[in-house]
Nanobody
């Protein structure tokens, strides 16, 4: 069993900052990759940022230079600076992990945390 616990969402004014975190626990052998996605009503879930083994990162064009993804063991963070109203969404963490050495990696999702950017 694997559990993901997200935290850090909330209401912030434009130009403000928030830090999201997502901690994975349970039966974990290794974590090849971690990421953050977001979704707004009526739209598909989109990639915000991801980090893979070795520390390589990838960002959506809309957040480059404002958001930073990082990882500490089994926890992934998303530092969001200079937030804009269009960043308002439900943010989901995604962790690709192996529960055992001889099992393929699988995706696990957090429950989602709401971020609202409004004056």
């Amino acid at each position: 069993q694997v559990q993901l616990v997200e935290s850090g969402g909330g209401l912030v004014h434009p130009g403000g900052s928030l830090r999201l975190s997502c901690a994975a626990s349970g039966s974990i052998f290794s974590i090849p990759g971690m990421g953050w996605y977001r979704q707004t009503p009526g739209n598909e879930r989109e990639l915000v940022a991801k980090i893979i083994n070795g520390g390589n990162t990838n960002y959506a064009d809309s957040v480059k230079g404002r958001f930073t993804i990082s990882r500490d063991k089994n926890t992934v963070y998303l530092q969001m600076n200079r937030l804009k109203p269009e960043d308002t969404a439900l943010y989901y963490c995604n962790i690709n992990l192996r529960t055992h050495w001889n099992r393929p990696p699988m995706d696990y999702w957090g429950e989602g945390t709401a971020v609202t950017v409004s004056s």
